[in-house]
Nanobody, 119 residues
Framework: QVQFVESGGGLVQPGGSLRLSCAAS????????MSWYRQAPGKERELVASITNFGRNTNYADSVAGRFTISRDNAKITVYLQMNSLKPEDTAVYYC????????????WGQGTQVTVSS
């Protein structure tokens, strides 16, 4: 079945950096766009960044544009999120999924990876 395993989160000070990874399985990775989402405590899950299947096009939420970079390695079946200049408001659980996966294919969320930005 389709699975997503996120890793790389942790505690970081404001202004710091983290690189998240997401290993995908159960589908032909190179055929699908991928996205990162996040959910902060008490808030709705939101789309953070998306990348097309061969990585030619990317899109970012206004709140992270210029600080976050999404990328992918189709040979490793992995999508990444490089997060720089982190702010306390970036604190959330981060998830990856095929772009539109919940509505199109009823993909299940992975366990996510916790990112905490605090001094």
């Amino acid at each position: 079945q389709v699975q997503f395993v996120e890793s790389g989160g942790g505690l970081v000070q404001p202004g710091g950096s983290l690189r998240l990874s997401c290993a995908a399985s159960g589908f032909t990775f190179r055929l699908y766009g991928m996205s990162w989402y996040r959910q902060a405590p008490g808030k709705e899950r939101e789309l953070v960044a998306s990348i097309t299947n061969f990585g030619r096009n990317t899109n970012y939420a206004d709140s992270v544009a210029g600080r976050f970079t999404i990328s992918r390695d189709n040979a490793k079946i992995t999508v990444y999120l490089q997060m720089n200049s982190l702010k306390p408001e970036d604190t959330a659980v981060y998830y990856c999924m095929r772009t539109g996966g919940r509505t199109r294919w009823n993909d299940d969320w992975g366990q996510g990876t916790q990112v905490t930005v605090s001094s």
